[in-house]
C-alpha cells in the first residue's frame, strides 16, 4: 500500500514538472510569436511540437523518435544554419530564432533525461529572450507573466521530484495541481513580478538599449507606402490598428482634425509620388525645431499643443496638424521635404513620440503679414499632368465656369466632387485603361485617393499648382487613457492648392461615408480598455527613462504629500462635523446609536466562533451520512476531548491517545475511550473513512454514560 501510495506520488509530481516545463516552452514560443517576426514554417512546426508533447501528457498517445533521427536532423541544421544566415533570412536574430526552435522541437519530442529538461529550460528562456527584442507589444508581458508562473512551478517541481527521480516519460498522473503547490506557485510568481516591477521603475535601463543593436530596425519597423496609387483591383479593408495617440495639453478642438504627413506632386497617371530630394536640414534651438517663420509665428489666433506618440508606421516621419511652428522631438536633425512634410534623421526602435505647437487656422484668422509667393519652377513643377481624358478636361472647365478668382474655382471643384459622386470601398470590377478618367465619368465611386487625385487634376487644368497630401483624419478619445486614438482606418488623402495671397490651402473633396459605424458597442468598449493597456505599457515599460523616472518621482512625492495632508483636513472636518451633529440628538438617538454600536461589536466578537459552529455542524452531518475524508478524524477525536473536559478528565499534550486511555483502567470511561481510540487509528491513519459513522455513534454513547 505505502509503495503504490509513493508512486502515485511520485508520477503525480513527475506529470506536474512536465506540465511546468511544457507551459514554460509554450509561453516562450507565444511571445515570439506575438512578436509578428516569426516566418509561418517556423511557427506551425513548433506549435505542432508542442501539442504532441501536450496530448502525451494527456494520455492521448506515445510515441518514440529514435535518437539516430535527431543526430542527423542536427548535423544536416548545421549546415541550413549558414543558408538561413546568408540567403533566407539574411538576419541574425531571425537566423539565431530558427535555431532555438529547431533545438526546442527535437528535445521537445525527445526529451527524457535530467540533462534534456534542463535543455529545454535554457530554451524557454532564449525564447522569452528573443521576444524581448522582438517585441514592444502588451502582449509580451501577458506571455511574461505566464512564463514567470511555469518557471516557479517548474523549479519547484523539480526540487520535489529529485529524490525519487525516474528516467521514464509518464502519461497524465493526476487531473489538475495540488491546491497548495498551485498556491504557493502563485504566490512565489506574484512576489517575482513585484520585486522586478519596483527595480524596473527605480533603476534605468541599459540592457534593452545594449541588445537592440543586435536586432535592426527594419526587423522592428514597419513603413507606409510614399505614393498613392489609384486603378487597383484589391479590395481596400479599413484596419482598426491603432497607429497615432494624441493627447491634447491645450482644449482639444470640436471638430476632427487632419495630420498630415507628406505631399506628393508628381503624377503619372495612375499614381502619386516624388522624386528623390535631400531637403533641407534643420537643428533644434534650445530642444526645439523651429518649422515657422516669425511672421507665421506674431500671426494672432488659436494655437494647439498636443503631445504625439507614434507606432506601427515608419517611425520617423512627423504627423501634424494645423500649421506647425515649433516641434520638440528626440535626435539633433530634422528633415523637411521640398513639398512639405518632415522627418527626423534616425528612427526610433520602440516608436516615436513628440510634442507639437501648431497655429490652427480659420475663418477669422488674419492673413500673414508678408504675402508668400511660388517660384517660377516650382510652379511649373505643380502645374505639370500627363495627357488627360477630353472628358475630364470638359469637366473642369465647366465646374469652373462662371469663377474668376483661383480660390472660387477651388471651391466650386471641391463641392462638385463632394456632392456629385459617392464614397465607396468597393474594389473596381475590371481593368481599366484610364482610373481617373473611369471613376469621373463612368463609375462615379470610390475612395479618398480617386477624390484627391480627381480634385487636383482638375486644378491643375485650370492653372492653379495643386499637391496631393496624405496622413490620417479623425480619431476617437479613449475615456480611459485621455488619448485621442487614430487607427489605420484613419488614414486619408487630401489637397493642397496655391491660392495668390494665401499660399497653400487645404481642400478636401471627399464626401462623408454614410455607412460609418453607430454608438460603440461592448466590444468596442473593450477594445478602449485594451488601447488604454497598450498606451500605459508603451509609456511606461518601453518607453521609460530617466526623465519619466524623474517625473514619476516628482509624481510620487506631490501625491503622497497631498494624501497625507490632504486626508488629515478631511478627516478632522468629518470630525467636527459628527461632533456638531451629535450636539442635536435626542436621548432616543443616541440610546439607538449604542445599541446599533453594541451589535456591531458583538457580532465582531461572535462571528468567528459561530462560523466555527456552523461548519463544524456541517462536518458532523457529513460524517453522519458516511460522506467523511481523513480531515474529518481529527474532528471527533477533538470532540471527545472536550466531552471527557465536561466530565473532569483532561489529556495532557504530552500523551498519545492510546498512553491515554492506559490512565482510563479504573473508570467507566476507559472501554468505550479505548473503542474510540483504536477505530480513530484505523480512521486517521489506516484510510477507512468507513468507521467515521460508527465513531460518531460511539460518541454518543459517551456523552450519555454516566
Known amino acids: ?67 539516430r533521427w535527431i543526430t542527423a536532423a542536427t548535423a544536416s541544421y548545421i549546415v541550413f544554419y549558414a543558408i538561413d544566415y546568408f540567403l533566407l533570412s539574411q538576419d541574425f536574430i531571425k537566423a539565431t530564432v530558427h535555431l532555438v526552435l529547431f533545438v526546442a522541437v527535437a528535445k521537445i519530442l525527445t526529451a527524457e533525461t535530467r540533462r534534456d529538461f534542463f535543455f529545454l529550460k535554457v530554451i524557454a528562456f ?22 514567470v508562473l511555469a518557471t516557479v512551478a517548474t523549479f519547484a517541481s523539480s526540487e520535489l521530484l529529485r529524490p525519487w527521480e525516474a528516467p521514464k516519460v509518464v502519461t497524465r498522473g493526476a487531473t489538475a495541481f495540488a491546491r497548495r503547490f498551485s498556491f504557493l506557485t502563485m504566490f512565489a510568481a506574484l512576489a517575482i513580478l513585484v520585486l522586478t516591477a519596483g527595480l524596473f521603475f527605480v533603476l534605468p535601463r541599459t540592457a534593452r538599449a545594449a541588445l537592440e543593436k543586435l536586432a535592426p530596425a527594419n526587423a522592428r519597423l514597419s513603413g507606409i507606402a510614399n505614393e498613392v496609387s489609384i486603378g487597383q483591383m ?40 516624388n522624386s528623390y530630394a535631400p531637403g533641407r536640414p534643420l537643428r533644434p534651438e534650445r530642444g526645439l525645431f523651429k518649422l515657422a517663420t516669425d511672421d507665421q509665428l506674431r500671426r494672432p489666433g488659436k494655437r494647439l499643443i ?58 477669422q484668422s488674419p492673413p500673414l503679414a508678408e504675402t508668400p509667393k511660388l517660384g517660377g519652377a516650382e510652379r511649373n513643377f505643380y502645374l505639370r499632368l500627363p495627357p488627360v481624358d477630353p472628358r475630364v478636361i470638359k469637366m473642369a472647365a465647366d465646374v469652373t465656369r462662371g469663377f474668376r478668382t483661383d480660390l472660387e474655382k477651388a471651391r466650386a471643384l471641391e463641392h462638385y466632387l463632394q456632392t456629385q459622386l459617392t464614397y465607396s470601398l468597393e474594389p473596381l470590377e475590371r481593368q481599366v485603361e484610364d482610373p481617373l478618367e473611369y471613376f469621373l465619368c463612368e463609375r462615379r465611386k470610390g475612395h479618398c485617393e480617386y477624390f484627391a487625385s480627381a480634385l487636383a487634376v482638375m486644378l491643375r487644368l485650370q492653372w492653379i499648382p495643386a499637391r ?46 454614410n455607412s460609418a459605424a453607430a454608438a460603440p458597442g461592448l466590444w468596442a468598449r473593450f477594445m478602449m480598455l485594451a488601447d488604454a493597456a497598450e498606451t500605459f505599457w508603451q509609456d511606461w515599460v518601453v518607453g521609460y527613462d530617466l526623465d519619466r523616472q524623474v517625473s514619476l518621482a516628482i509624481e510620487v512625492e506631490r501625491t503622497s504629500r497631498n494624501v497625507r495632508w490632504g486626508g488629515l483636513e478631511r478627516t478632522w472636518q468629518r470630525v467636527r462635523e459628527l461632533a456638531a451633529t451629535a ?49 474529518d478524524a481529527e474532528l471527533l477525536y477533538r470532540d471527545l476531548l472536550q466531552v471527557l473536559h465536561k466530565r473532569g478528565v483532561e489529556k495532557p499534550a504530552w500523551m498519545t491517545p492510546l498512553e491515554f486511555c492506559g490512565t482510563l483502567e479504573q473508570t467507566a470511561l476507559a472501554s468505550p475511550v479505548r473503542e474510540f481510540t483504536l477505530g480513530y487509528y484505523e480512521f486517521r491513519f489506516g484510510g477507512a473513512t468507513g468507521r467515521a459513522p460508527q465513531l460518531a455513534a460511539l460518541l454518543d454513547r459517551i456523552r450519555q454514560t454516566a
Request: hydrophobic share 50%; no cysteine.
Open 306 to 363: 498636443y503631445q504625439v506618440s507614434a507606432r506601427g508606421i515608419l517611425m520617423d516621419r512627423l504627423f501634424l496638424a494645423g500649421t506647425p511652428e515649433y516641434v520638440q522631438a528626440p535626435g539633433q536633425m530634422l528633415w523637411e521635404a521640398p513639398t512639405g512634410g518632415y522627418r527626423l534623421q534616425w528612427a526610433e526602435p520602440e516608436g516615436l513620440r513628440y510634442i507639437a505647437y501648431t497655429y490652427l487656422e480659420d475663418a
Open 468 to 513: 496631393v497630401v496624405t496622413g490620417f483624419q479623425g480619431g476617437n478619445l479613449n475615456p480611459v487613457s485621455g488619448w485621442h486614438v487614430i487607427r489605420a482606418s484613419d488614414a486619408h488623402s487630401w489637397v493642397e492648392a496655391w491660392i495668390p495671397g494665401k499660399g497653400w490651402v487645404e481642400f478636401d473633396p471627399t464626401p462623408p461615408d
Open 234 to 273: 484589391g479590395e481596400i479593408r479599413p484596419k482598426s490598428t491603432a497607429l497615432l495617440h494624441v493627447k491634447f495639453e491645450t482644449a482639444a478642438p470640436a471638430h476632427p482634425l487632419k495630420f498630415r504627413g507628406i505631399a506628393l506632386g508628381e503624377f503619372d497617371g495612375w499614381k502619386w509620388y
Open 1 to 67: 500500500m505505502a509503495a503504490e501510495r509513493q508512486a502515485l506520488e511520485r508520477n503525480r509530481l513527475r506529470w506536474v514538472f512536465e506540465v511546468s516545463l511544457l507551459a514554460m516552452l509554450a509561453s516562450g514560443y507565444l511571445a515570439v510569436l506575438g512578436s509578428g517576426v516569426l516566418d509561418l514554417p517556423s511557427a506551425i512546426i513548433a506549435g505542432a511540437a508542442l501539442t504532441l508533447r501536450a496530448m502525451q501528457l494527456a494520455g492521448l498517445g506515445r510515441f518514440t523518435i529514435p535518437s
Open 583 to 631: 450636539r442635536d440628538w435626542s436621548p432616543a438617538h443616541t440610546v439607538a446609536g449604542l445599541i446599533v454600536l453594541g451589535a456591531v461589536v458583538a457580532v465582531w466578537l461572535l462571528a468567528p466562533a459561530v462560523l466555527g459552529r456552523l461548519r463544524a455542524v456541517r462536518r458532523w452531518r457529513r460524517v453522519a451520512r458516511g460522506e467523511s475524508t481523513g480531515s
Open 126 to 147: 532564449l525564447e522569452l529572450l528573443a521576444a524581448s527584442l522582438l517585441s514592444a507589444n502588451l502582449t509580451f508581458f501577458v506571455f511574461l507573466v505566464l512564463f
